[in-house]
């Protein structure tokens, strides 16, 4: 009789999917099979105190392009944009007309390439579902930045476990939704299973800096790699300091048996510690999702753990259709890249300015990227204007703008002065229109209203 670890390697081996990560996956199988919950106790750990601060190192001025030639940038880029109304993948969404995410990522790449005249690498790990999009977007686009064909990592599948057996779960109705993203994690078994970590070290390629492709703040900055290289530390992750909109996200802390630096996300936070979970002055450091990784130091961890990092597992609980709450429970096992960090002897953290965290994650953050509160340079980066000292203007909208496209009937106001900006109701910005301070707009009647041209400061606006 096969056990539930056969029928899963099975099920995964049918996919095609690549045997590195059937092993991961098996290993964290087993950890939930085992009865392990994964969670880390308040008392079993202690707040990351000696985080270097991005502003103590040494600012690179006579930077060695040499090392741009032994690194590798790796963006994430399996996300649709379904939460925004985007049918295609997320990196697809335009930051100003005609220019999208993956514009800016490959521009970024190419004037890297140019003003320091090395081969940097760009490797892009899509999904099966961002796959086609971003390869022929590139290949019409950015043709200059390389076959699209040999700039992709593509992710792999896990299947979805009956909650009360383990088994992997059958639904005919959609067998599609049989399926889910591993995590982000996955990307050290694609790396290792690809043939790609091996290709990188044979071409002298050492150093990866890893990012999600939605956070357009995480470019390749010449201080972090020079320091990077220099320390000689295995992984680093970037930080930065956790707010009140962060206290539910993953921190930074130190676990007391090893004094080795984990990531503890809030799925993995006992309940009755869940009040210091979210003390932002206690635990002040959460992660960006910006990782640089030694490959040397992964290829040599990974072999001595059977080609499997030994990671903590997540369990979402979920029904089979995540629609349908009548459908079977399942568990959807995941894994984050930044836990990684616990793997590594000597791994090391760096409090980096917020501005290196810039993700877009609704159409609020979109809205604002759009304005002139954010500048756009010719390399591909995107800053905050510098009179804004990298504080971000607050935006708050209704539903009624939940999607991409009904941002393009709102118009686009100027927000370079804006702190924070409230809109509830259907409206659309004239041409002209300024925001300063604290403002916001209200229509309760139903129809679209127009907002004038004109300069609205510290005011609440009734339409």
Known sequence: M????????????????????????LRAYELVASGSRGEIAESEITPAGAVQDYHSLSQQENFDPTLLA???????????????????????????????FLDLMARQILSLRKDTGSEVRFLLMNSQASSDDTQQYLAKSVPEIGDPAD??????????????????????????LEWCPPGHADVYPTLAGSGWLDRLLEAGVKYAFISNSDNLGAVLDPTLLAHFAGSGVP?????????????????????????????????????????????IAKHQFFNTNNIWVNLESLKE??????????????????????????????????????????????AAAVNVPRSRFAPVKSTN????????????????????????????????????YKLVDALGDLGQPSLIDATEVSIDGPITFENG????????????????RKVASGTYENQSVKL
């Open 70 to 100: 032994k690194t590798v940038v790796i963006k994430l880029n399996g996300g649709l944009g379904t939460s925004m109304g985007l049918e295609k993948v997320k990196s697809l969404l335009e930051v100003r007309p005609g220019v999208t």
């Open 2 to 25: 096969s056990t539930q670890a056969d029928l899963i390697r099975e099920k995964m081996t049918s996919k095609g999917v690549m045997n590195s990560a059937i092993l991961a996956f």
């Open 365 to 400: 953050d979109l809205f604002a990227l759009r304005s002139d509160a954010y500048e756009l340079g010719e390399d591909g980066q995107v800053k905050l204007a510098a009179s804004r000292e990298g504080k971000p203007p607050v935006i708050n909208l209704s539903s009624e």
């Open 301 to 346: 961890v990974m072999s001595a753990t059977n080609g499997v990092l030994e990671l903590p597992v997540i369990q979402n609980s979920k029904t089979v259709d995540p629609r349908d709450s009548s459908t079977t429970p399942v568990y959807q096992l995941e894994q984050a890249m930044g836990a990684a960090i616990e793997c590594f002897t000597g």
């Open 151 to 176: 700039l992709e990592l593509l992710q792999n599948w896990a299947p979805k476990l009956v909650r009360e057996t383990l088994d992997p779960v059958s639904y005919a109705a959609n067998p599609d």
């Open 433 to 448: 229109c300024v925001l300063k301070g604290r403002v916001s707009f209200t229509n309760a009647s139903g129809e679209c």
């Open 235 to 279: 992984v680093l992750m970037e930080v930065t300091r956790r707010t009140d909109a962060d206290k539910k996200g993953g921190h930074l802390a130190t676990r007391d048996s090893d004094g080795r630096l984990i990531l503890r996300e809030v799925a993995q936070c006992p309940e009755e510690d869940l009040g210091s979970f979210q003390d």
